[in-house]
């Protein structure tokens, strides 16, 4: 560490540092390390623009009328080229790496890391192209089975309709049977408690 300098008054006794001329100097230290972030995070914004534009022809191939895509650079404590809407590539640790990663329900997958462009251009193709099988499938409708309608008399729907009627009267009376039950053993075990 370096050592610091007690300013002298006239008399040869050490003088209070002044808050101002520490404040001052804080202020210039932090602007330093401020400005370290900041190239940081331009050197990081720059590496996912070269990413960008290498990802250029990939999305010009992309069908029109499909929306899934929205590609761009958010600013931000930490950039990221957003491939949809969870989906993105973000500086590693180290900052040379490129991390895509995914958004699901179970938190965040990283599904390719590399610090080639061509691999990661790879890693979004695949991507997208499940992505669009997806959509495929999604937009598919299954037409329901041919089959005829089988004829149902009236007397048939009047005998299950009793039935049905009498299992929901059986399950409501045993449901209450078994919470009378256990209420009253409630009751008992702390009535013998209290012996």
Known sequence: MAEQSVPKDL???????????ALRKARIEAADRTGVVVDLRDAEVARLEILHEALDSLFSEIPPGVDLFDRGISQGDTPRLWIDAVAHIAMGRDKRIYRFTQDTRFGRIVIAESHDIPVMVDAVTDYIARRLIEREHAMVVTPAPATAPTPVSAAAVAATAPAKGRSAVWTFAFG??????ALFGFALVMALRGI
């Open 176 to 181: 209450f049977a078994a919470g009378l039950a």
């Open 11 to 21: 008399a040869g006794k050490p003088s209070p540092v002044r808050l101002r001329d």
